[in-house]
């Protein structure tokens, strides 16, 4: 853990005993509760690498082709992604497989709050379609059982699958790909 990722722990701990009148202990549930409701302070102007094992580290209890691991350099918000990636990685220890699906793609949008927001149409919506075709022995029942965040488990138990969003990200990916071949192709050969 680097100094900016314990400024935020430290930040939380004073958020909440400000508001509990007294220290208690920050855990896993509090911090994962301050990211979905989008309290987790975002770090600025920090860079570093983000590197998580998840398939080294995942238990093989789930069959689920969609995870991979992660490595890239964040430029601007390094300290909390580091923070969102240490609770990824006890959600995966845990078997917390409603936590994992949301922590692992907040740590693969750099950490930032709009993208997943938990709405039937949003960017994390349509990951979540994505994850549920691409691992059919998953269901929204499993992720909302096994979330540790009582918004998370409502979130996966309404959510109503729509898989025409899945082809359009596809289709939306597809084409972000061949682009980003061709700049580097100009550009690097």
């Known amino acids: 853990m680097n100094l900016t990722s314990i400024a935020i722990v430290t930040a939380l701990i004073s958020i909440v005993t400000a508001l509990t009148d007294g220290p208690i202990a920050v855990s896993y549930a509090h911090i994962l509760h301050s990211v979905i409701n989008g309290t987790l302070p975002r770090s600025l102007n920090d860079e ?20 991979s691991n992660l490595k890239y350099l964040s430029l601007d918000n390094f300290a909390k992604v580091n923070t969102l990636a240490s609770l990824l990685l006890s959600a995966v220890a845990n078997s917390a497989w409603g936590d ?3 922590l692992y793609n907040y740590v693969r949008f750099n ?6 927001t938990l709405t039937a ?8 379609n994505l994850y549920l075709l691409s691992t059919p022995d998953q269901s929204v029942s499993l992720l909302s059982n096994t979330s540790t965040n009582s918004v998370l488990k409502d979130y996966y138990a309404s959510f109503a699958p729509n898989p025409s969003s899945v082809i ?3 289709m939306t ?3 972000t790909n061949s682009c980003e071949t061709i700049l580097r192709q100009m550009f690097y050969s």
């Open 173 to 175: 990916e597809l084409v």
């Open 100 to 102: 994992v699906l949301y």
């Open 111 to 116: 950490g930032f709050d709009d993208y997943m």
């Open 48 to 67: 570093g690498t983000i590197t998580v094992n998840i398939v080294a580290n995942k238990k093989r209890e789930v069959n689920d082709p969609y995870y």
């Open 168 to 170: 359009l990200v596809g």
């Open 121 to 128: 149409d949003g960017k994390f919506a349509d990951e979540v």
